[in-house]
């Protein structure tokens, strides 16, 4: 047995892909038998394995599969490719948004984390993976004259859990950490919407995730990055890149740096955060509102163009408390209510209808730890992490999610954990693209 996994092939042009050419060495390479052909709006799942043995040198393994669009009005292939352990795809005769024809795009290694490969849009306006960092500006054109309840966005869960920079007693990692790459990180890889929980540790405000476990003596968890150095990112990435970036700020705790139990942010607490992150040495491109109610507009249905227009930046500060925001709403904060938001579940999509509604639709490709799993985790058990688990929700969007959107429903923000590449935004750009 070699190392074995799975490429998702997910289509989301309007053209049937014909599995046109395939051949491969030392590999077990399935794709004739799982994605002969692959039809608009499919999400279709080939098994691949590397089979060198000792005896065989396993860098001359390699696979290839090559696909035509067909229909399309010139010829246009792309070829998945494995080269041993690196699945990877080539733009063969056209390109997609931020890969020009020719172009050779790393999708993951093989492995037991799935590998995807998006396409979606149209000739000449084509998007895949390794997505532009500005995504929204390079598709104003289309996306810039759409409401918030009219788009599609990538949302970090527990954004600020990268790494783990102080935890109390039974916490670990594998409880802990929630995000495989830092706020700045992921703006980079194309998500806009993010869950910031800050706290207050040793005088300084920091992203933690907690839990209140009374049979373990109290709150259990760690702190992760730094709410200044998150400002920090937030202020590089939209100096070069004029996107809309939605920061929520939530579940907010003074932690008395471990001493007693914590105590939720009261509106005092509230607006000392508020007046740091709005400060000078805060957020830069805080969004405000041009309605003169500022404090009671519907963000929702505010197209994208008002945020990002005549290339500017665009941040929006989220604040989930029941406080009153007095002068705040004129720097770029908005209370949770002002995003009217439900959940959208796979099951009930038929039932939805995306146009003409009050409010964004969230799904949650998110799992949390049960009890068990928690316990086996704190003790080293790195398949119960939350990193892991959260492997079989991220997958589900691929295969269950895109499938069941329509132009009529579709979730307006998609939330995750364990973000380590552009495919999120590939996704949320070939919903984008449904017609």
Known sequence: MGQGGVVVLVNGTSYVWDLVGQNAYQMEWEFERDAREVKPGQALSVYVEAKATIFKTKSDDSGNATYLLRGAPQPQHFEIQARYLNLQVFFKDFGTQNNPPGAVVPLGMISDRPSYFVLSGHDGAYHSVNTAPDWMQANSGALGPRTLRQLCLPYSHDAGMSIMTNKTSFATSNTVVTQMRSVGQQLQLGVRMFDIRPHIFRGQYVCGHYSDLESLGGWIGGNGEAISTIMQQVNQFTASNKELVILELNLAYDTHDYQQSFTSFGETEWHR???????????????????????????????????????????????????????????????????????????????????????????????????????????????SSVIALAKEPKDAVFRQLFPACTKECFPNFIAVDAIDSTDFTAMALAINDLD
């Open 273 to 383: 955060l508020l007046d740091y992150m709005t400060g000078p040495e805060g957020i830069k491109d805080l969004y405000v509102s041009s309605q003169a109610a500022a404090e009671s507009v519907d963000l929702t249905n505010i197209p994208l163009i008002e945020f990002i227009g005549a290339r500017k930046a665009a941040v929006v500060l989220l604040v989930d408390a029941d406080i009153n925001l007095q002068n705040y709403s004129r720097r770029g904060c908005f209370k949770k209510s002002q995003l009217p938001r439900s959940e959208l579940k796979v099951d009930q999509m038929q039932q939805k209808q995306t146009a003409d509604r009050d409010r964004a639709f969230f799904y949650w490709g998110t799992r949390m730890q049960e009890d068990r799993e928690a316990v086996l985790a704190t003790f080293g058990h790195s398949s």
